[in-house]
């Protein structure tokens, strides 16, 4: 692979292939920027068709890291790993400790927490060999319930500039994905009075939806026809992408995955037709905040104010790409750069 040539690769400063023989560990970690501070950025385990589309992944959401904790001032830069691998048939102790031993090595460059498929307790065992983690059990714990949170303010923001009022109620939602954070994200919806459709792999939290939400369920594929205002994708990234644009009807794309473009390009291509798009890692941005009140020291109050922020963030995005007729990406994007920037040149003034 040619890391320095990749269409990904954004001058990140590490990237880092990690292999232990005995327990078969496959992972990559990659800092993008300590411009704020220490690299933080989730783990997340999946299993990848290839260690190319596992390198793709990791760089994009490094990438994502650094602009969504400098948007949401925190003391902190961008990174993420990814462990390429069955969560169901490979983790063990062993597997996770030889994890750690390589997020050690890195000396704090890097801080892990949970991402996908990677749970509290998976952290725990990480944290038994470096001291590098965040979001472990008795401190900060799951960051779920802030990332739900987020998104859901992060909505109300974007339905205040797509439909003229916060309220989502009455408002039809599409929900994919109701996993931790999908199905917190589903009940503030609901409990608003919102109109839920549902899609998930997993059949028990879509039967739950049914029955607690008043959700109605769709298929995985199906998600992309019906008739609703706003797509949320809450499970994996690359939902938005030239196959699905023809299919989803929505106004609004507000949700809490990651990469949810499948390519930068089409930021623009949601600005020409007329969708209002929250940009990713500025919507789900309530997850970093919380497992960062753990490495910061915030006390919980000041969490919550900046959890609550987000819909100020977006505010400010959606205006700024409204006046200036620019896809809130870009927007968002150039937001973050202007604070990387500055933070240099203060590091540079001594």
């Not at 968002?332 to 750069?337: S, T």
Request: aromatic share 6%; hydrophobic share 45%; charged share 25%.
């Amino acid at each position: 692979m040619a890391l320095f040539e990749h269409m990904e690769f954004d001058s990140h400063e590490q990237v880092v292939f990690c292999h232990d023989k005995v327990t078969g560990l496959k992972a990559i970690i990659a800092v993008h920027d300590t411009t704020m501070g220490p690299a933080l950025g989730g783990t997340r385990m999946w299993n990848y068709a290839s260690s190319e589309e596992a390198l793709t992944d990791v760089l994009r959401l490094s990438r994502g890291m650094t602009y969504k904790s400098a948007l949401a001032g925190l003391p902190l830069g961008g990174g993420k790993a990814v462990i390429i691998g069955d969560a169901k048939k490979d983790k063990s102790e062993a597997f996770f400790k030889a994890y750690g031993r390589f997020v050690n090595s890195l000396g704090g460059k890097y801080i892990t927490a949970e991402d996908v498929n990677i749970r509290t307790a998976d952290i725990d065992i990480v944290g038994t060999e470096t001291p590098f983690v965040a979001g472990t059990e008795g401190k900060a714990g799951d960051p779920s319930p802030h990332t739900a949170e987020g998104t859901y303010l992060g909505l109300k923001a974007a339905a205040k500039h797509a439909f003229g009022n916060e309220s989502l109620s009455g408002l039809r939602i599409a929900i994919q994905g109701l996993g931790a954070v999908g199905y917190d994200f589903a009940e503030y919806c609901a409990k608003e009075g919102a109109q839920l459709i549902v899609a998930d792999v997993n059949e028990e939290a879509v039967a739950r939806a049914v029955k607690e939400l008043s959700a109605e369920a769709v298929s995985i594929d199906a998600i992309y026809d019906v008739e609703c205002d706003v797509y949320a994708p809450c499970a994996l990234g690359a939902t938005i992408n030239d196959a699905t644009l023809k299919r989803i009807k929505a106004k609004v794309i507000a949700g809490s995955a990651n990469n949810q473009l499948a390519t930068p390009a089409h930021d623009k291509v949601l600005r020409d037709m007329g969708i209002l798009y929250a940009p990713d890692y500025v919507i789900n941005a309530g997850g970093v905040i919380h497992v960062c009140s753990e490495a910061a020291n915030f006390s919980l109050e000041e969490t919550a104010a900046r959890v609550k922020a987000i819909y100020g963030t977006l505010d400010k995005i959606f205006t700024r790409a409204t006046d200036e007729n620019r896809p809130t990406g870009e927007i968002a994007d150039e937001m973050a750069r202007e604070i990387l920037a500055a933070k240099l040149a203060e590091k540079l003034a001594g």
